[in-house]
DNA sequence: ACACGATACTTGCAATTGCAAATATTGCAA
DNA sequence: TTGCAATATTTGCAATTGCAAGTATCGTGT
């Protein structure tokens, strides 16, 4: 005589059912672990996830402009652009004027931003070894495949 | 003689390595399209991210406290209250007193929340198809089969 | 040369979020 | 029974974020 609500089994089931076997699902729930684990990691070096992906980006491309570096990247111009005032105030890059236009800003690491980048690569590795050492070892390299393959057909946008 | 500044090969080839094959980005990627996605389609029922968690939550366990609703979940205590607030000033759930406990909320669906659910649960799996479609129809289980192994391994925490 | 729309970046302000304290209630122990 | 730590939820406030407007510069057409 506890139940005086009349529940909805099929309603509830989908629910359940969503929330542990569709692929959005899951993909969220690993996505959220991995991103806290990393924003951990990072603080100890007094990083957000945003100067991190800023960081990245340069590395990747030194001497990009700002725009260049928000770009295809899940990066707002504002959130670039208070990140490297954080990041310039930390003294890991700087910003120069481009030669030929005065409105551009074109980016560098500085020495010390550079020494940063081998103990993040350090993390970054480490965690992707987490995460892919949960899976036994031949399904690892199909895991990155099928990644691979969808993040390639989703096109561009978040980063 | 347009190359005035050393640059190093190395670090930027490690960072672009990164950005394109680490299973860590990927997956912050197509979680980040997805979520967009989401995000975009729920706008027009009115429901935000975390109102459609809630919904979610107490489609699976009706009269679940705030703190149950909250439980497992990426949902901090007021982030549950908060979301209450808004979907009770939209007629989607309401709070009632536990018969044991004055100080504990037992929460359900109203009658037009409940006619909510179907729709949502519409919108969840077209992104899903929409997600899965991205692969050859033999990798899709295999993908939804690697996901399943990796959330159960990474244990709680993010919902 | 000058006007005007486009581009690159910055910033004010309002909305959102998170922490930490407040409120209300409970259970347990002295 | 009384006081005190624990639990359940709410809320004030500070930090963060996003939008939209602001500043500066550029390029193009006249």
């Known amino acids: 005589m506890n139940k005086p ?7 509830r089931d989908q629910a359940h059912q969503t929330r542990t076997t569709s692929a959005g699902w899951m993909l969220q729930r690993l996505a959220c672990m991995t991103e806290t684990q990393m924003q951990t990691r990072l603080k100890v070096h007094g ?13 990747e491309k030194e001497g990009a402009s700002q ?3 928000g770009e295809g990247l899940r ?25 030929q236009s005065r409105r551009t800003h074109r980016v ?3 020495d010390d931003g550079r020494a940063l980048m081998p103990s993040i690569f350090g993390i970054i590795g480490d965690l992707n070894k987490d995460l892919l050492d949960q899976l036994p070892a031949e399904d690892q390299q199909e895991f990155l495949r099928l990644l691979t393959v969808l993040t ?3 096109g561009s946008g978040c980063g």
Do not use: C, N, W
């Open 108 to 110: 560098f690491l500085t």
């Open 75 to 99: 990066l707002a111009g504002y959130t670039v652009s208070r990140a490297l005032d954080a990041l310039e105030k930390q003294g890991l890059v700087e910003r120069k004027q481009d030669a």
């Open 152 to 154: 390639q057909a989703v």
């Open 67 to 69: 725009t260049e570096i």
């Open 47 to 59: 990083l957000k996830m945003d100067h991190f992906i800023v960081l990245m980006a340069l590395t």
């Open 5 to 11: 609500t009349p529940v909805h089994p099929e309603l």
